[in-house]
């Protein structure tokens, strides 16, 4: 947390996941004592920095009465619009865009759309719904 006198709230984001947050996306935010809050994104950096590979992104704090302490660290949800898709392991997708699907008993190399990307899973869509996916090696 920063700036006190208008409790600002920083944030880290990872630049892959910056095209979910823009100025004034909502957000909840909850301290180390299980206070809830609500925030507001007000500002992005516009640079990544070089030690965390992150994006610091910036929240007004909407409600001055519950009490965050300089230096605290607090847990941030934002409230961005739900996606629809599967979650699959990241061993499973195939040069970034495929997926392998069980196709009247053969092994079939399908086109996908990646949503999101994490360190150990994705989220994907394209597939017709019932689908078999390999998702081991």
Known sequence: ????????VTVPI???DLKWIKKGT???????????T????DRISSYV??????????????????KILQGEYVDVNFSVHKVFGMKVPRESIVEDKYIYILKDNQLVKTDIDVI????????????DEGSEAVIES
Do not use: C, W
Request: hydrophobic share 30%; proline share 2%.
């Open 26 to 36: 909502k957000a909840k935010i909850i301290t180390t004592r299980n206070n809830e």
């Open 49 to 66: 920095d070089e030690n965390t590979q992150s994006v610091n992104t910036y929240l007004k704090v909407n409600n001055h009465n519950v």
């Open 116 to 127: 999101k990307k994490s360190n150990d899973y994705y989220i994907i869509s394209g597939l």
């Open 38 to 41: 609500s925030g507001t994104v």
């Open 1 to 8: 947390m920063i700036r006190t006198s208008k409790l600002e």
């Open 14 to 16: 990872f630049p892959v």
